[in-house]
């Protein structure tokens, strides 16, 4: 079974640009995850998915932060403007069902952003 | 509001030796604990979980982990470390519907 997909693995801009993150969750699976984590510390959440429809974006900068997933497969993250703060490992996880807390989420191996 | 502590940033061992990676954890109800393991340049590898009953938990590549109500507490352990055990761990809490919450992660370290 291959697992979440993600890209690119690597992506280096200078602030005030825009960047894009893809992710490609294990085939089926309905529940989609985006965590951001900063260098030394665990992830946080910022988005999820049931489908296409959104679960939680409470923690979602959403002056700069947006992401979709039309189709309820594929998803992208976005970030516009970019601040150096941003600069982070940007991890996207799924998992087979509704997103119970029980469930084991999988994740990729995420995009490494660095904002100049 | 549910919070994760992982009390150690890092731990060394000798390889063969027995390791501990140690998390406690504050919910207001039932606690559905995770542990994962992260590889430089790699995504999170779900290790185990405790969702309920026995209270030790087997998982992958010779991992356990004990699930203690009283103490709050879900250690991570291994018999006989490996020198391939060396990586971050990360322990996460998640309670009804709430986000999984992680810890800031505790570097090992296995000398050969």
């Known amino acids: 079974e291959a697992g979440v997909a993600q890209s690119p693995r690597y992506k280096i801009i200078e602030k005030r640009q825009s960047v894009a993150f893809w992710c490609n969750p294990i085939?089926?699976?309905?529940?989609l995850y985006w965590y951001q984590q900063i260098l030394g510390q665990g992830p946080k959440l910022l988005i999820q998915?049931?489908?296409?429809?959104?679960?939680?974006d409470s923690q979602l900068p959403k002056d700069r932060f947006s992401a979709e997933r039309l189709k309820g497969v594929d998803s992208t993250l976005k970030i516009q403007p970019a601040k150096l703060e941003d600069s982070a490992v940007y991890l996207c996880?799924?998992?087979?069902?509704?997103?119970?807390?029980?469930?084991?989420?999988?994740f990729g191996p995420g995009t490494r952003l660095l904002v100049l | 509001a549910q919070s994760v502590a992982q009390p150690e940033d890092q731990v060394n061992v000798a390889e063969g030796n027995p390791l501990t990676v140690k998390c406690t954890y504050s919910?207001?109800?039932?606690?559905?604990l995770f542990w994962y393991v992260q590889y430089p340049n790699r995504g999170l590898q779900f290790l185990l979980k405790?969702?309920?009953?026995?209270?030790l938990v087997k998982g992958s590549y010779g991992f356990e982990a004990e699930f203690n109500k009283s103490q709050t507490s879900f250690h991570l352990k291994k018999p006989s470390a490996l020198v391939s055990d060396s990586a971050l761990y990360f322990c996460?809490?998640?309670?009804?519907?709430?986000?999984?919450?992680f810890g800031a992660g505790t570097t090992v370290t296995v000398r050969a």
């Open positions: 996880a799924s998992n087979p069902t509704s997103g119970r807390p029980q469930e084991t989420q999988y």
């Open positions: 085939s089926g699976h309905a529940t």
């Open positions: 998915f049931q489908n296409n429809g959104v679960v939680d």
């Open positions: 919910v207001s109800g039932n606690p559905y």
């Open positions: 405790y969702i309920t009953g026995d209270n």
């Open positions: 996460a809490v998640r309670e009804r519907d709430y986000k999984l919450s």
